[in-house]
């Protein structure tokens, strides 16, 4: 079982900063993806970052030079920088990660429990 735990959401007024972090713990074998979502009232859950190991990223359109994911393979952890944020960035942002849990090389896909952004003055 793989266990995601995240942290760093909150109030931010527009043009601010966050960063949100994600770190998996239990029984890894090794992670294959690691991203972002989010999702507003009303809203269906969207994609915002994803990073494939070897390093390729994958934007959604609206945070493209806005936002940067990173990962600490060491720490098997995740981060979101958030930067130049608007009030449209407000959501619960859930982190997601396909893993193997063993060598017979089966993905299993995990999500956080979110972590919740506000953009507002």
């Known amino acids: 079982q793989v266990r995601l735990v995240e942290s760093g959401g909150g109030l931010v007024q527009p043009g601010g900063s966050l960063r949100l972090s994600c770190a998996a713990s239990?029984?890894?074998?090794?992670?294959?993806?690691m991203g972002w979502y989010r999702q507003a009232p009303g809203k269906q859950r969207e994609l915002v970052a994803a990073?494939?190991?070897?390093?390729?990223?994958n934007y959604a359109d609206s945070v493209k030079g806005r936002f940067t994911i990173s990962v600490d393979n060491a720490k098997n952890t995740a981060y979101l920088q958030m930067n130049s944020l608007k009030p449209e960035d407000t959501a619960a942002y859930y982190c997601?990660?396909?893993?193997?849990?063993?060598?017979?090389?089966?993905?299993?896909?995990?999500w956080g429990q979110g972590t919740q952004v506000t953009v507002s003055s």
């Open positions: 239990g029984t890894i074998f090794s992670i294959t993806t």
């Open positions: 990073i494939i190991s070897g390093g390729s990223t």
């Open positions: 997601n990660v396909w893993a193997t849990t063993s060598g017979a090389g089966t993905r299993y896909n995990y």
